[in-house]
C-alpha cells in the first residue's frame, strides 16, 4: 500500500475540533494523486495520452474523526483493473495502527478527445502493483433513490467547484449533498455513485430524499437525470462497517 503521513490541520476540522468528511475525502484524495505522480502517471502523464480517471463511485466508512493535531497515516491500494475500470481502496489510521477510515472506489478511464473510454495503458499496468484488496464491508455501487422526498434550491456550478479536469471535483457533490443533512447527523458511511461530469454553469437541483439514520441526495440536471447520488447513513451500534482485521 502506498501511504504518506499528515497531521489533522485547524483548517481541515470543524467547529468541534474533528475532521470533516470533505477534508477526509481530500486526504484519499490526494494520496492517489501522489501515487500516480511518484509512479509518473500522474496530471501530466494523463494529458500528453489524452486521458482522465473519472470516479464512477465511492463507499467511505468512517470508524472516528480524528480531532486537530492527531498524527495520522493516509493509504492506498488499486487492487483490481478490468478493461478501462480500476479499483481502488484508500485508508487512515493512526499512531496505534488502527483504522478511523476506510473506503472502496471505481474509476473509470476516458479519453479526453472523444469522452468515451479507453483501456488501461501499458505503463499503468507496469506501473501500479495490484494487491489484497481490504477486508470491509462492501456495498453495491448503484444507489436506489427513493420515490418521495423535497427538492431543493438550485445551484449554479462555480469555477471553486471545479478541479484540474475542468469538472466538478467529486468530493465537491458530497458537500454539496450534506447541507441537506439534519443538524447533529453524524455521518459513518458515505455511498456515491457518479452519473455524468458536471461543469462550469451547469445548473444542479437537489433531490432529497429518506430521514431517521439513512438520507439520498440527487444532484439533477432541470430533466431531472442526476449528475451524482449520495447516500449518507449515521453511525448505528449495530453497523460501523469496519472489521478488525
Not at 481490504?134 to 456550478?157: F, K, N, Q, S
Not at 467529486?170 to 455521518?187: C, G, K, R, S, T
Amino acid at each position: 500500500m502506498y501511504t504518506f503521513k499528515s497531521r489533522i490541520r485547524y483548517s481541515e476540522t470543524d467547529s468541534e475540533g474533528k475532521l470533516t468528511m470533505a477534508s477526509l475525502i481530500n486526504y484519499f484524495q490526494d494520496c492517489s494523486t501522489f501515487h500516480s505522480e511518484d509512479l509518473d502517471l500522474g496530471v501530466e502523464y494523463l494529458r500528453r495520452e489524452h486521458l482522465v480517471w473519472v470516479l464512477s463511485s465511492w463507499q467511505i466508512v468512517v470508524n472516528r474523526y480524528p480531532g486537530f493535531g492527531e498524527n495520522v497515516l493516509i493509504g492506498t491500494l488499486p487492487y483490481e483493473v478490468k478493461g478501462f475500470l480500476g479499483y481502488r481502496n484508500f485508508a487512515m489510521t493512526d499512531e496505534k495502527g488502527e483504522y478511523i477510515a476506510k473506503a472502496n472506489s471505481l474509476w473509470s478511464l476516458l479519453n479526453t478527445d472523444t469522452g468515451r473510454p479507453a483501456s488501461v495503458t501499458q505503463a499503468m499496468m507496469d506501473g501500479y502493483t495490484l494487491g489484497e484488496r481490504l477486508d470491509m464491508e462492501y456495498a453495491p455501487r448503484r444507489i436506489t433513490l427513493p420515490g418521495e422526498g423535497i427538492t431543493g434550491e438550485p445551484i449554479v456550478v462555480r469555477k471553486h467547484h471545479l478541479d484540474t479536469n475542468h469538472h466538478v471535483n467529486n468530493q465537491q457533490f458530497i458537500n454539496m449533498a450534506m447541507d441537506y443533512l439534519p443538524e447533529h447527523f453524524v455521518v459513518r458511511q458515505v455511498r456515491a455513485e457518479y452519473k455524468k461530469q458536471a461543469f462550469l454553469d451547469n445548473v444542479l437541483i437537489p433531490y432529497v430524499a429518506g430521514g431517521g439514520d439513512r438520507y439520498t441526495i440527487a444532484l439533477q440536471d432541470k430533466e431531472a437525470k442526476p449528475y451524482a447520488v449520495v447516500e449518507m447513513t449515521m453511525y448505528r451500534e449495530d453497523m460501523t462497517g469496519l472489521r478488525e482485521e
